[in-house]
């Protein structure tokens, strides 16, 4: 079974610092590789992904991830933070091939909270 | 092109009862997951419709079931509530490939359900 491990529960930032949370999974074959973010009150939006090619991916809002296959991971970044940038990240991954590339398992969440 | 609907929006039950959440996805697209979403557990994954089949399946009880229509719209039923049902139920909607972009799913706002 796959799983997706966030090692960073809740970061805290000052405007302008830069930004990297974890992102470990767990999955024998190859996968599609996903950011999520949940902005306070709102529902879940897509920040980036992966496929294939080239491992640096840029998101919307300036986020980049970068998938490192010999490590499982799967990086965001972002060099300037912004408060508007507060809410919960999610990494999720599901299979890239089969009939369960529908089912995506999720991380457990970064809070980020950045103060001005 | 319209996101990903969900009705109701709020609801609230008690012990014992039944409900029922929809979920409209986006248009051209035949896949449809549901997710349950808690502080304790995170996003974990119910089941998954695609052409009016239940193609994928989480590890909840048969209290939860769900079924598609032709249109793609999905239900999500929830028998004999408890209080651990509470939670925020996405449905997300995708094209329903098994690579790729045709697996990219897009989230609703959510039905919050609370069980009294």
């Known amino acids: ?43 879940l939006q897509l920040l980036l992904k992966y496929f294939s090619g080239d491992p ?3 998101g919307i809002k300036g986020f980049e991830a970068e998938f490192i296959k010999s490590k499982f991971s ?16 999610f990494c999720a991954v599901n299979p890239s091939l089969g009939g369960t590339a529908s089912k995506l398992t999720f991380g457990t969440g970064t809070r980020l ?3 001005l | 092109k319209a996101g990903v609907t969900q009705t109701p929006r709020y609801l609230i039950k008690t012990r014992g009862q039944q409900v029922t959440l929809s979920c409209s996805p986006i248009s051209g697209h035949r896949s449809v997951s549901w997710y349950q ?33 032709s249109n ?26 098994s690579g790729g972009r045709s697996s990219e799913q897009f989230f609703g706002p959510g039905t919050r359900l609370t069980v009294l």
């Open chain 1, 113 to 115: 909270q950045v103060t």
């Open chain 2, 72 to 97: 793609s719209r999905s239900e999500m039923n929830v028998s004999t509530l408890e209080l651990g049902d509470s939670a925020l139920y996405l449905c997300a909607s995708s094209l329903g490939g």
């Open chain 1, 1 to 43: 079974a796959q799983s997706v491990s966030q090692h960073n529960h809740h970061v805290i930032l000052s405007e302008a610092a830069s930004l990297e949370l974890g992102c470990n999974y767990s999955y024998g074959g190859t996968v599609n590789l996903f950011w999520y973010v949940q902005y306070p009150g709102q529902h």
């Open chain 1, 56 to 58: 640096l991916v840029k």
């Open chain 2, 37 to 69: 979403q808690t502080p304790g557990q995170g996003l974990q994954f119910l089941f998954e419709y695609f052409s009016e089949t239940q193609r994928n399946k989480g590890n909840f009880p048969g209290r939860f079931s769900g079924r598609q229509f």
């Open chain 1, 74 to 89: 799967f990086n965001l970044r972002k060099p300037s933070v912004q408060w508007s940038d507060t809410a919960e990240y």
